[in-house]
């Protein structure tokens, strides 16, 4: 089933941890030191505590300030840790660039959470306030899959693997033995953590919800459907082309061609010239195509936004549409709470849906990046209802929460506005500074999008 709400995805977790009678393996990205990033963590050693064997996973990309904390959790008996992609230099990260460029560069973007090899979370989501709206002034919109059946023992071996590989070093070889006292440390700083007004209110608000409610009385409502998982082989985080080929081709071979209708939303959006001309073949042929992706005003990487701006009038041309989530304000409401519970929020969701009867759901974004540096996974599901369901849930959101972008006989841009039951057209990026779309022209040119 999917998981679209930030707080039932943390609920989620927090409760396979608390569940979980033999294994946990964990592998993410991004393991924010924030609320929910320290309170999963927690979850985590309780499991160890239970002789739950752990095993976590982590891009060490984001681990700055986290290297006291992942000791500490490597010398419980029961927790193990390694680094992908380590970085020897701890304290001034940056410099490894100068001398490891080529592989460091290259980062494992898998998102997975794996309990008793039973039950299996992948999707978009990292482990950080934004992705669970936790009562922060910024949200991520974004998506995960809760997964059973077979596709979870693909999910295991794909996390086994990964574990086994050469680029997934053990912390133990990186980091600093721990004092003795280091565990107790860690329980205290949850606990101190736990009991803040913040958490309070936060762990308040999930007892209410109801997904937590079925997910406890174990009436969850799954869709069955034949699922595939698809998975870098790790050897990509070395430079090297793993036996099973680039995701991006075992996505084209699964999902197949389209036959009546195309939907993409990527975040992180770099269509490159190929990328276009492939999309403007489908439409030629008749295929209804619809993207959805950030506005400058949403996105949080504003070199990514150069890469896909300089595309945007070759779309449109073709008879792409194109939607842009706005950075979403306090006022604008669904029922009685915000869009993600935050006064702006940005889209990092990960999913593509082909004649509303597949759909992937994942880590992979439609970037160069994406298609040749990182390691990615995701899920495909045969399965139309879910398909549909995705699809039109956020297409719920384009006529209050997107701008729809129009492109004038003379070239020029508008982004189209729904408020108040009436249509506002901008002409340039809206609430966007001068400089900022200065920045983001300048980075157009430059030679940069094998980066991006």
């Given amino acids: 089933m999917e998981l679209r709400d930030g707080r039932d995805a943390f609920a989620a977790r927090g409760l396979l941890a608390d569940a979980a009678e033999r294994t946990l393996d964990i592998q993410y990205y991004i393991w924010r030191n924030d609320m929910s990033g320290t309170l999963l963590l927690d979850a985590l050693r309780r499991a160890a505590d239970r002789g739950v064997r752990v095993r976590l996973l982590l891009d060490d990309n984001n681990t700055a300030g986290l290297d006291p904390v992942l000791a ?32 460091l560069n290259r980062r494992m973007h898998n998102k997975t959470f794996t309990a008793d090899n039973q039950v299996a979370i992948v999707g978009g989501r990292n482990v950080g306030d934004e992705y669970f709206d936790a009562h922060q002034e910024f949200a991520f919109v974004d998506l995960d899959v809760l997964a059973i059946g077979p596709v979870v023992n693909d999910v295991a071996a794909d996390f086994e693997r990964y574990w086994q590989s050469a680029s ?10 721990p004092d003795g006292a280091a565990i107790r440390k860690l329980a205290a700083a949850a606990e101190a953590v736990t009991r803040s007004r913040a958490s309070v209110a936060y762990v308040r608000a999930l007892q209410t919800s109801r997904f937590v409610h079925d997910l406890l ?162 899920l495909i599901m045969e399965c139309p209802e879910l398909a549909a369901n995705i699809a039109t ?50 980075l157009a040119l430059l030679p940069i999008e094998w980066l991006l």
């Avoid at 029961?78 to 410099?95: A, G, K, S, W």
């Fill in 72 to 103: 500490a959790l490597n010398a419980h008996p029961q927790i193990e840790v390694r680094l992908f992609n380590p970085f020897t230099l701890r304290r001034y990260r940056v410099l490894n660039y100068l001398t490891d460029f080529s592989r």
């Fill in 168 to 177: 997934s070093y053990p912390v133990d070889s990186i980091l600093p033995s």
């Fill in 217 to 378: 009385a174990g009436t969850l409502g799954y869709r069955w459907a034949v699922t595939h998982m698809v998975s870098d082989d790790p050897a990509k985080g070395l430079g090297r082309k793993g036996p099973r080929g680039a995701i991006l081709e075992r996505l084209e071979h699964v999902l197949g061609t389209p036959q009546h209708e195309l939907q993409l939303i990527s975040p992180y959006l770099v269509p490159t010239r190929e990328g276009v001309r492939t999309l403007a073949d489908l439409a030629r042929r008749g295929i209804k195509i619809t993207i959805l992706t950030n506005s400058l005003d949403a996105t949080d990487v504003t070199a990514v936004h150069a890469g896909y701006a300089k595309r945007r009038r070759a779309l449109l041309a073709s008879g792409i549409t194109i939607y842009e989530l706005m950075r979403t304000t306090s006022h604008r409401v669904r029922g009685d709470r915000k869009l993600s519970g935050s006064s702006g929020s940005s889209l990092h969701a990960k999913t593509f849906s082909v004649d509303r009867t597949r759909v992937f759901v994942g880590s992979f974004n439609l970037d160069p990046r994406s298609a040749a540096l990182n390691t990615e996974m995701g």
């Fill in 393 to 442: 849930g956020l297409a719920s959101r384009f006529p209050e929460h997107c701008y729809r972008l129009n492109m004038q006989a003379d070239g020029r841009l508008e982004w189209a506005e729904h408020r108040n039951g009436e249509t506002i057209i901008h002409t340039r990026e809206p609430n966007a500074p001068w400089w900022r779309r200065l920045i983001v022209s300048l």
